[in-house]
């Protein structure tokens, strides 16, 4: 979990997918050193998390996309 959702206010941030950035990441790698052809543009989606600091939510129930359950962050540990 980020740090930002334990600040006052709670920090807005985005996520980055991590996992999926390394194996698109090792993937042109491989495929680099197999002489294959790789992707020259690669995208990855993010995902915006809304808290606090965005303003007019004062409590975690009252902001937008936020869980306070655990399956809400994500198993890399990062939001």
Do not use: Q
Request: aromatic letters at 4%; one cysteine or more; hydrophobic letters at 40%.
């Amino acid at each position: 979990m980020d740090a930002a959702c334990f600040t006052i206010p709670s920090l807005s941030t985005v996520h980055r997918p991590l996992y999926e950035m390394g194996r698109a990441a090792a993937s042109t790698v491989v495929a680099a050193a197999e002489g294959r052809p790789i992707e020259r543009h690669i995208e990855i989606p993010t995902r915006l998390v809304v808290r606090e600091s965005c303003g007019g939510a004062t409590t975690p129930a009252g902001l937008v996309g936020w869980r306070g359950d655990a399956a809400a962050h994500d198993t890399d540990g990062h939001d």
